[in-house]
């Protein structure tokens, strides 16, 4: 079928067709292939391990937040789109770890949503994933988020409703520790996103009609939906042969942005002169991973998706879907490009980090990259846990194959080649340590995030992380503790590849 400019799907209609198979397979997947009973989100085994996490004397903290339409403007192009609170990304939510949040969430959308908590090891039914943990909010109505915040660090949170994830809903949460003392003299948290909602008529649904349509044929444009080109455009990489050959994303974007604004328009990042920075970096892409360096400046890595480990210094990280690294600068005075380069596409994202005395008043000129980002590249399979964020207990028991599959051809991405909703839960009982072996089978990276937890990369103290970067033809095996009952989604991060069903079900049972 060729793909016109004003295909006959409305966004709306789109959604709830594409909702309805997602509840017919969900059912499905309830009743197949279960050995066990499954403790639900709702069974007594989650508020008892919730009541586990109490501090006596913790805070509580109380936010209002609505999610709506929002008018965005991108360097004087306004484009619509939708967001929490009125702005992209929303507003920041600062607390502090033991404390209880409690989120009072409007829907104002045209569309039922949830809210996900990304990289929280929250109770199993706040965790936002519909059908699973939660009925979808719908539009006009309220849910309250209420729940006690575990761990410390740079988290964020975005609906779990299908090509949501590529529209401006997405908001940085930041929880800090009551025992860990500042050791910089400011911070800027910096979410990284790349765009294409409402720019020259396209929008995600449009974006994954092409994909699935078009598959194989090339990269895809969501905007006239027309391939971007053939395979391989863009692809060259300065880094080794394997990595010329990896296919990073599929989605051509007309803008990556900082914080809602895209390079013609950057963010300024003021800090005094001779001070220590803190850049927390979160990657809210659907299709990209970054390359992040800043000019001129080495960078100190203190933390990955919030938990700290040992200082490593390099010139670049790099970031894909979901991930979040926090970062120490101290530059010489100046203004300085904060650049992050998509990888294997071209665009880039920009900000700025500019000194108090600093006297240049035009932002810095990037070409393409900087010299930095083909310096050291931060590499976390070398990170080590600091002492007390490291995973306790002992060896894993067992090992649970995963195998990540699907191919641009067809577009039917899955995990041990079955999609969401034919999948077969991976079962777990509380309590066990068990490993996890992702094994990529297919030519592009995946982002692979597990809800609920946060598991330990291979080796002594190997680093805590939600979501890991699966490269082709490699094996990350993980270790997990199965601490935190109930049922968790674990999935791609790349927004295409979930809808197209690259998920399955991490299943606590008794
Ligand atoms: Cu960022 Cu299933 O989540
Ligand atoms: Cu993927």
Redesign the pocket.
Known sequence: MPVTGGSGWSRRRFLVASGASALGVLAAGCGSDRQREAIKATDPAVARREKQRRIAGAGRKVVDLVAGSVSLDLAGRVVQTVGYGGTVPGPEIRVRAGDELEVRFRNELSTPTTI?W?GLAIRNDMDG?PAMTQPRIEPGKSFTYRFIVPDAGTHWF?P?MGLDLDRGLYAPIVVESPDESADHDTEAILVLDDWLDGIDGATPERTYRNLVDQGGMGRMNGGAGAPGGMGGMGHEMRGSVVESMTDFGDVVYPLHLVNGRPPADPLTVATPAGGRVRLRLVNAGSDTVYRVAVGGQTMTVTHLDGFPIEPVETDAVRLSM?ERVDVIVQPSSGAWPIHAVAEGKDGSALAVLRTSDSEATAAPNVGDRLAEHDRRLFDDTTAKATESAALKGGRPSRSIKLALTGGMMSYAWGINGRAFGKHKPVEIEEGERVQLVLRNETMMVHPM?L?GHTFALPGERGARKDTVLVHPGTIVSVDLLADNPGQW?L?C?NTYHLEAGMATELSYVQ
């Open positions: 996900h990304h994933v975005h779990h979901g995030h809800h989604m999935h991060h």
